[in-house]
T-cell receptor, first 115, second 113 residues
Framework: GAGVSQSPSNKVTEKGKDVELRCDPI?????LYWYRQSLGQGLEFLIY????????KSGLPSDRFSAERTGGSVSTLTIQRTQQEDSAVYLC?????????????FGDGTRLSIL | DQQVKQNSPSLSVQEGRISILNCDYT??????FLWYKKYPAEGPTFLIS?????DKNEDGRFTVFLNKSAKHLSLHIVPSQPGDSAVYFC????????????FGTGTRLKVLA
């Protein structure tokens, strides 16, 4: 498709399990971002990729969170030993990049629920 | 400390009238601002942006105003339509290596038919 694609759309898992969230950005977009939105909150930045490199990981809330990007395209956000406070909607966005401001285009998110 | 604030969690407007959504920021390094619209169970959709070198940008029914001295921006929707009912987020960014966005907490707009 032409837009940012995220999977799964919903994920319910038990506390302590690991989860993987996937993002497929718009073709040709070199910049990729992960955000999360907790209930009643705005979107919170997690990590930024330029190509396969992650020069800004400052938003990752703990070392249980990690992300990678391969081939300059698909990205995976992994949360290990999930906790209930990890419940949120995880949103991925991509933009053309190129060293100046560009609108970011968002996927529909993965709604993660930790029981 | 929240760098981008939307102090009105909700707003109701009659169809055909003007909707004005407000946003304040504290970081003087921000030089690019955007508004996004979000429907339930969907990702945010880009609406309009403005660079700090401008004080107004218009796109159809949507106009964004920027007052740098007051660190304030607003989104005007004229005329408002029922399909505009959604949550609106303002976001800000600074020229840096990442261009990441800092978002406000959103304003839920309801346009009454």
């Amino acid at each position: 498709g032409a837009g940012v694609s995220q999977s799964p759309s919903n994920k319910v898992t038990e506390k302590g399990k690991d989860v993987e969230l996937r993002c497929d950005p718009i073709s040709g977009h070199t910049a990729l971002y992960w955000y999360r939105q907790s209930l009643g909150q705005g979107l919170e930045f997690l990590i930024y990729f330029q190509g396969n490199s992650a020069p800004d990981k400052s938003g990752l809330p703990s070392d249980r969170f990690s992300a990678e990007r391969t081939g300059g395209s698909v990205s995976t956000l992994t949360i290990q030993r999930t906790q209930q406070e990890d419940s949120a909607v995880y949103l991925c966005a991509s933009s053309l990049g190129g060293g100046h401001h560009q609108p970011q285009h968002f996927g529909d998110g993965t709604r993660l629920s930790i029981l | 400390d929240q760098q981008v604030k939307q102090n009105s969690p909700s707003l109701s407007v009659q169809e055909g009238r003007i909707s004005i959504l407000n946003c304040d920021y504290t970081n003087s390094m921000f030089d690019y601002f955007l508004w996004y619209k979000k429907y339930p169970a969907e990702g945010p959709t880009f609406l309009i942006s403005i660079s700090s070198i401008k004080d107004k940008n218009e796109d159809g029914r949507f106009t964004v105003f920027l007052n740098k001295s007051a660190k304030h921006l607003s989104l005007h929707i004229v005329p408002s339509q029922p399909g505009d009912s959604a949550v609106y987020f303002c976001a800000a960014s600074e020229t840096s290596g990442t261009y990441k966005y800092i978002f406000g907490t959103g304003t839920r707009l309801k346009v009454l038919a």
